[in-house]
């Protein structure tokens, strides 16, 4: 789904910045111009980014959890 209809960003978009290292909305709004424009998109992408966040912080944790 678009996110930001100001620069055409969509949600996949914005996952694949979090899976590349972008971790704050300023970061997202330097690299795709995200909440830089009316800002109506900032709170949905902030979401994004948060899920994103957490569920590689889960899957790094039960990596690290299970025995060599």
């Known amino acids: 789904m ?4 100001c620069h ?3 949600d996949r978009q914005i996952r694949q ?4 290292g972008c971790r ?3 970061q997202l709004g330097k690299e795709m111009g995200v909440g ?3 800002g109506r998109c900032a ?8 899920e994103c966040q957490t569920e590689e912080h889960m ?5 690290l ?4």
């Open 24 to 26: 704050s909305m300023r």
């Open 2 to 5: 678009y996110v930001c209809l």
């Open 36 to 38: 830089r424009q009316c």
């Open 8 to 10: 055409g960003v969509t």
């Open 59 to 63: 899957t790094l944790a039960g990596m």
């Open 43 to 50: 709170a949905t992408a902030r979401e994004i980014l948060r």
């Open 17 to 20: 910045a979090a899976e590349e």
């Open 65 to 68: 959890a299970q025995p060599a």
